[in-house]
């Protein structure tokens, strides 16, 4: 990898069912208190298992534990506010910028044991492995009711350095092939807890998004010589009618066939696979755009929008695949939701009653006063 710019080094510690947890600072991460929970040792082997669905050769991960975790926990309970005592939250420090742990109720956890090798599947079929990977809750602030859209912009910067630091590590782990940073934000997407965090999936495969986009930039490169995700920037900022925001290291767009009534996508201008590859201006300026997509999307129908928001990156020595935020959302109007019904559940063919364009123009309307269009 070509390191673009320096992470920063977390404060490592252990909460008391042996989850690792981070803390990390702009300067010198603050000290770790002490766990005093009780909580059971974690397994020591993963809980779920992997199936390879024979139809479509897509993994589908079966993580039944999920079912019993904590749901929306009244606001003195939230257990991503700091607890300097250690004995109700999954932070036991007096205060931190951003917090990183294992998730207790991981759908993706540990490695594959080296002595034991996976049995070979019964056939074709029907073929199961454990669910070997990691999965991390990111807390990308100690303001209970902030949100990412809001943060000062050195506190979103730093938040995109840890997703960056995490996306190294894990991707440097023999069982982990594809690192997907996230946040789900809102009820209606299924958040369990208000406290703005992220998640990080540690995939032990290649999810078939991914799998879709590197087969599309591979055919692309075979017909044109070209990156698939360099001409789609290009006809974008030539088409001009989808563009929200252009700066000189940044774009965000609406993509030319967005299947959600909310879309937006942002690129850096230079073609990097991952986020730990920008330099600092890189990096400073992807934050800021990131933040002015996601303050346009609540001042869309002035209420915040729930929303999924993707980081895609590609591991290391990936011969196709270009770092860019995906940020989407199912809310179609102030009152109705988007609810994926038969044609997109049962087939993946999305109908969309809105025009890319103008979802663009409701979102470049919505942008902060003063934000350059390009
Ligand atoms: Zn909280």
Redesign the pocket.
């Known amino acids: 990898m070509s390191a673009g710019r320096t992470l920063p080094e977390p404060n490592r510690g252990r909460l008391s069912d042996g989850r690792e947890i981070l803390l990390f600072d702009v300067g010198a991460p603050p000290p770790l208190g002490v766990d005093r929970r009780d909580l059971p040792p974690r397994p020591a082997a993963p809980q779920t298992v992997i199936r390879r669905d024979p139809v479509t050769g897509d993994e589908v991960v079966i993580s039944p534990a999920r079912q019993d975790r904590t749901h929306l926990p009244p606001?003195r309970e939230?257990p991503?506010?700091p607890d300097p005592d250690g004995l109700t939250g999954e932070i036991p420090a007096a205060d931190y910028r951003v917090a990183v742990f294992e998730n207790r109720f991981p759908s993706l956890a540990g490695s594959s044991d080296p002595g034991s090798a996976v049995p070979a599947p019964a056939d074709d079929l029907r073929a199961e492995r454990p669910g070997v990977g990691r999965c991390e809750v990111v807390c990308f602030t100690s303001d209970?009711d902030g949100s990412f859209g809001s943060l000062p912009p050195r506190q979103a910067r730093l938040a995109i350095d840890v997703l960056a630091h995490r996306t190294e590590e894990l991707l440097a782990l023999d069982e982990v092939t594809e690192v997907h940073c996230f946040e789900n934000r809102g009820e209606e997407v299924g958040v369990t807890l208000?406290?703005p965090h992220g998640q990080i999936y540690a995939y032990p495969f290649i999810t078939p998004r991914t799998e879709s986009m590197m087969r599309e930039a591979a055919r692309h490169r075979a017909r044109t010589g070209d990156d698939l995700f360099d001409s789609i920037l290009a006809h974008e900022v030539d088409d001009g009618e989808r563009i929200l925001v252009r700066t000189a290291l940044t774009t965000a767009f609406v993509p030319y066939a967005a299947r959600w009534p909310v879309e937006a996508h942002v690129y850096p201008n230079r073609g990097v696979r991952r986020l730990a590859e920008l330099t600092d201006d890189e990096a400073d300026d992807l934050a800021a755009v990131y933040q002015s997509i996601l303050r346009a999307c609540d001042a869309l129908y002035d209420r915040p929008l729930p929303y999924v928001a993707s980081w895609h990156q590609y591991r290391i020595g990936a011969a196709e695949g270009r770092l860019h935020a995906e940020v989407f959302s199912i809310q179609r109007s102030a009152e109705k939701l988007k609810y994926l019904a038969g044609s997109e559940s049962a087939r993946d063919a999305f109908i969309t009653d809105k025009t890319p364009e103008d979802i663009a123009a409701g979102l470049r309307a919505a942008l902060d006063p003063g934000v350059h269009h390009g």
């Open positions: 606001r939230c991503l506010c209970h208000a406290h």
